[in-house]
């Protein structure tokens, strides 16, 4: 989560406290409805797609089988949960004896030490909890290489802590094991926090009668990226190749970590590929989030994205080939512009999360990307430092008429160098 996104959801608590607005650490399963689910998401595939938390089977399956609470996580717990004959059937190695294997003590303290597995861990957390639950850990002796913020906390306080925002979508976790909707819509979440590029870009996700949206942030968020869906949190559905069983493992190539993640395309994709001038740089939203659109090179999904792109959510874009299945989704929502339920992997999934970004770039005000050495007039053309990050999808020119911006299709990008030359070389007056 980023600083804005922290301070508007810390004066929304404020404005929001006298109406009780938070689940209370029971946890009811429905809870009020709070706006508050606007996430800076950052997730990379080596977080979210290895990490002994939700990449270990084991692990996972103590998960699902244990309240999301500090007691789950201490090195003693005795946690419910175990591995039938048929799950252990799908792990390489092992023979197809009817055997069970049950969950050892300490396992999710133990998932905690690998750093990858914290960070999908806070995200987990604010996903399933509200804001008044929270969930410690606390490392212990053993080898767990911590972040400089997370020194600060250990020794200022003993542990970790991770806490949840709004009302959160699963906040009865606290108590018990999640059922199937739960376990769903804490999936469809962590899946729209996957960013392939690292970059933490505000989200809105709506869909679920648990998710609220005041009007403030329908405003602020009017463009719809697409839906996710699915169940991550199943260990069956765990592509064993893709299982981490130790914290230094090289992470393996496999094109499916999750078989049940998914992603479709909103109605009109020409939103994401508007560029535009934002605090001085040329940007687009397929610079910073592209896992609900399908990938022109590699089909089925892009490099660095958890969920599998199956089709457009509704009627196919025109832009989209046309062997792109659509209608993958229900019916939308006219009010809510979100899907009651979507298709993947042969089943409907019913607890689907659509994402809205702020307002697509803009080129009305282009002044601050451009090098403040260039005068500009109407005889003047300035090819603008732009880095297209899909060159083989859109490229551009910029044309400057009348001190605007004109796109132009069919034309190569500025490359990465030369904009860098361009932003900090030192130019004299056109003429």
Known sequence: ???????????????????????????????????????????????????????????????????????????????????????????????????????????????????????????????????????????????????????????????????????????????????????????????????????????????????????????????????????ILDPAALNPAAEKVSVDQARPAVGVIYEKAFACSPPDTRALRVLGCSDGTWVNWMSSRLCAVPDPKRGSHHQGCVARYVGACGARDEDLPKEIPQHVCAPEDPQRRTYPSCKGGGRTWAHPVTVFLPGAPRTGSPKSCFPQQVHRDVHTRVKAPVVDPLPHHRAIKEQVQQGGVQIVPQAPAVAPADAVRARQGAQGPAR
């Open 1 to 231: 989560m980023n600083r804005r996104t922290l301070c508007f959801g810390l004066s929304s608590l404020l404005l929001t406290a006298g109406l009780g607005l938070a689940a209370s650490v029971s946890g009811a399963p429905h809870a009020p409805p709070v706006p508050l689910m606007q996430f800076g998401n950052h997730l990379t595939l080596d977080r979210l797609g290895f990490n002994l938390l939700t990449t270990n089977r084991d692990s996972l399956t103590a998960l699902v089988n244990n309240p999301l609470r500090t007691e789950s996580f201490t090195p003693t717990a005795a946690l419910r949960g175990e591995l039938s004959a048929r799950d252990l059937a799908k792990v390489k190695g092992l023979p197809k004896v009817k055997v069970v294997k049950r969950i050892l003590a300490g396992t999710l303290h133990k998932a905690l030490l690998d750093p990858a597995a914290r960070e999908v861990m806070k995200d987990l957390v604010q996903c399933a909890l509200g804001s008044q639950q929270s969930v410690s850990w606390t490392p212990g002796a053993q080898t767990w290489r911590p972040t400089p913020e997370e020194s600060d906390e250990v020794s200022r306080t003993g542990q970790l802590t991770w806490r949840g925002v709004g009302t959160g979508l699963c906040p009865a976790w606290a108590t018990g094991a999640p059922d199937a909707r739960c376990q769903e819509l804490v999936s469809a979440c962590l899946l729209t926090r996957n960013n392939a590029m690292g970059r933490t870009q505000d989200i809105s996700i709506r869909g679920d009668a648990a998710i609220a949206v005041s009007a403030a942030e329908s405003k602020q968020f009017p463009e719809r990226e697409g839906a996710f869906f699915g169940n």
